[in-house]
């Protein structure tokens, strides 16, 4: 409807065009001043609208990000816990192993040690001993 425009008035529709021409009264006026009121409202209703979905959508995507640093950090942070639990482990090993080690060296020091060693593994024997066998017997070696 090109050069016509449609007012509601008092429950009429009056269209405007070059035959009809629109009153100029007050109830018009304030009619007209209320569709405009109301065409502002909506505007402004929907940049508002606009502005707090575009708000809210920065916000979720900064929480988003924030998250995902946060369950990165916690899996690394897993991974460097179970790596250090693996290096105790292996510490608590070698420590043992460094004693069982340190024990043998303090014995191997000892003369009367090394030499029951010798005997037993070796089968030596002082002058004028006689060494008995017995079937029935393993030799254990010393630890």
């Keep these: 409807m090109k050069g016509k425009m449609c007012y509601l008035i008092g ?3 009056m269209t405007q065009s070059n035959k009809i021409k629109k009153l100029e009264n007050d109830f018009t006026r304030k009619k007209e001043q209320e569709l405009q009121k109301h065409k502002i409202f909506v505007n402004l209703s ?3 609208r606009r502005r707090a979905i575009g708000l809210i959508s920065v916000i ?3 929480t988003f990000i924030c998250a995902v640093q946060i369950i990165q950090a916690k899996a690394n942070l897993m991974q460097v816990n179970g790596q250090i639990e693996n290096r105790q482990a292996n510490l608590r090993q070698q420590k043992a192993k460094n004693k069982e080690l340190t024990v043998k060296v303090d014995q ?3 003369k009367s040690y090394v030499e029951k060693l010798i ?3 070796y089968y030596y024997t002082k002058p004028g001993e006689t060494v008995y066998s017995f079937p029935d017997k393993s030799i254990d070696d010393l630890r």
């Design 11 to 13: 429950g009429f529709n």
């Design 46 to 48: 929907r940049r508002r």
């Design 60 to 62: 979720v995507a900064f």
């Design 108 to 110: 191997l020091n000892d």
């Design 119 to 121: 005997r037993q593994r």
